[in-house]
Nanobody, 127 residues
Framework: QVQLAESGGGLVQAGGSLRLSCAAS????????MGWFRQAPGKEREFVAA????????YYSDSVKGRFTISRDRTKRTTYLQMNSLKSEDTAVYYC????????????????????WGRGTQVTVSS
């Protein structure tokens, strides 16, 4: 069973930075892509960033483009989300996601494309 372990969340002042990590474990499996979603209180879950494993492309929501950077370490089966210039509106629970099945959706911004989700890590940005 694939498991995702997120870390790096916390409290930061506006303008500050945080780096989230997400390590995938649970035996032998393929990784087609990993990404991040977030959900703020009273709001719907939204796409943040995604990184297909086999190509060099990265995808970001317009709200974080230019401030957040997603990256990976293949050998560690880990993805990172470097968040800079944080704003109060970035406050949310951040969820790591992974696509381990070749079939299904490959729309990286869609929650339906991912077959496993982490438990989430809280990011709070104080203004």
């Amino acid at each position: 069973q694939v498991q995702l372990a997120e870390s790096g969340g916390g409290l930061v002042q506006a303008g500050g930075s945080l780096r989230l990590s997400c390590a995938a474990s649970g035996g032998t499996f393929n990784i087609y892509g990993m990404g991040w979603f977030r959900q703020a209180p009273g709001k719907e879950r939204e796409f943040v960033a995604a990184l297909p494993w086999s190509v060099g492309a990265t995808y970001y929501s317009d709200s974080v483009k230019g401030r957040f950077t997603i990256s990976r370490d293949r050998t560690k089966r880990t993805t990172y989300l470097q968040m800079n210039s944080l704003k109060s509106e970035d406050t949310a629970v951040y969820y790591c996601v992974i696509k381990t099945l070749r079939t299904g959706s490959a729309i990286w911004s869609s929650p339906a494309s991912y077959d496993h989700w982490g438990r989430g890590t809280q990011v709070t940005v104080s203004s």
